[in-house]
């Protein structure tokens, strides 16, 4: 089973500000077979990118995902209000668990 | 308008069964492979199983194996979990999750949830 871990837990920053989130496989991801999720209170996950680096429809272009192997980066480039969530890691790339990491908390500063 | 819609939570005393239901709509149901994913209270997200669109290929997560029976009715654009010897740790928001058609790349669609809870 292939474990996913993010950093940081809590990560307070600014409308504005860049957002750099991590999300650290215990071993090699196949395919980049990876996507990010971003979460409200009370309300269903949202897909945010998918394949490490290709963005859902419909998700604006400040969402960027990166990486490949054991280490993806989501990033956000300018904070707006609205993108103050938890954001999740999955990978899907070998055979199921399709295991999730254990959430970022982006808040506001 | 793609969407899922979950039904059949609820409570249920440890060692009892439920079945969840996920409708689904505005979408070629028959195409695309399927997932339950929990949340229990506070807590992040639980991948719990998963069904190929022509119900080929299932998979379960360890901590549901055996008591989980995931299925699904093509002609009738419906998913289910049957939920068999629930413990309190079962207790969360399941939802159903649209996956890929040809191949995994995300969960792009999910319903909206229904809460299960498990208690004496």
Redesign the interface.
Known sequence: EIVLTQSPATLSLSPGERATLSCGASQSVSSSYLAWYQQKPGLAPRLLIYDASSRATGIPDRFSGSGSGTDFTLTISRLEPEDFAVYYCQQYGSSPPYTFGQGTKLEIK | EVQLVESGGGLVKPGGSLRLSCAASGFTFSSYSM?W?RQAPGK????VS?ISSSSSYI????SVKGRFTISRDNAKNSLYLQMNSLRAEDTAVY?CAR?GALR?????V????TTVTVSS
């Open positions: 997932n994913v992040g997200l639980e991948w998963s998979y379960y997560a360890d939802y996956d995994p790349y995300g969960m792009d999910w319903g909206q949830g």
